[in-house]
């Protein structure tokens, strides 16, 4: 009798010590998170790439990919806001005619047709837009007016990507 009453406490204990070790990793998913950007649909029909194109001389605008004739991604940072968009292998679009390209190579991209994204703070606030077809990639806010985005892709086609692809 008394062996099972202690074998009653050990069961206890290990769940007690079960739920506390769940509660501090969703704890810690939760602030490893906290920092993090995520991408949302555009809900406004009159914000549209073209539309971003036609007035892309109020944006700062980057693209990154292989090169400027093969962009996995194009960017449009407002300038009016205070807030920036930065990351490693951006670069800025120098011209209309340059934009233009772009844009119609992503639009030739039958795998990864590509999206226009709102580009939304773990605030809540948006920072920007981003044409790509791909969207696993991450965007961490470094400080309270900057975020960082990184993870596309140098290309988006070829054997790399060929496990997307279902025949």
Not at 107 to 120: E, G, K, Q, S
Request: net charge negative; aromatic share 14%; hydrophobic share 40%.
């Amino acid at each position: 009798m008394l062996r099972s009453k202690l074998c009653e406490g050990d069961e206890n204990m290990k769940k007690n010590l079960a739920l506390c070790a769940m509660v501090l990793v969703v704890a810690a998913l939760l602030y490893g998170c906290a920092n993090y950007g995520t991408l949302r649909p555009i809900a406004a029909p009159d914000v549209t790439i073209d539309s971003l194109a036609k007035d892309w001389q109020n944006y700062s605008v980057y693209w990154t990919g292989l090169d400027i004739g093969e962009p996995t991604g194009i960017m449009f940072d407002p300038k009016g806001d205070d807030k920036a968009l930065t990351g490693e292998h951006w670069y800025r679009v120098e011209s209309e005619e340059s934009l233009s390209k772009m844009i119609t190579w992503l639009r030739f991209n039958t795998l990864y047709y590509p999206y226009l994204w709102r580009m939304v703070g773990p605030d809540g606030q948006s920072y920007g837009y981003v044409y790509t077809g791909y969207t696993n990639f991450a965007m961490k806010l470094v400080d309270e007016k900057t975020m960082l985005v990184y993870g596309l892709p140098p290309t988006l086609r070829g054997g790399d990507r060929m496990f997307f692809h279902k025949e």
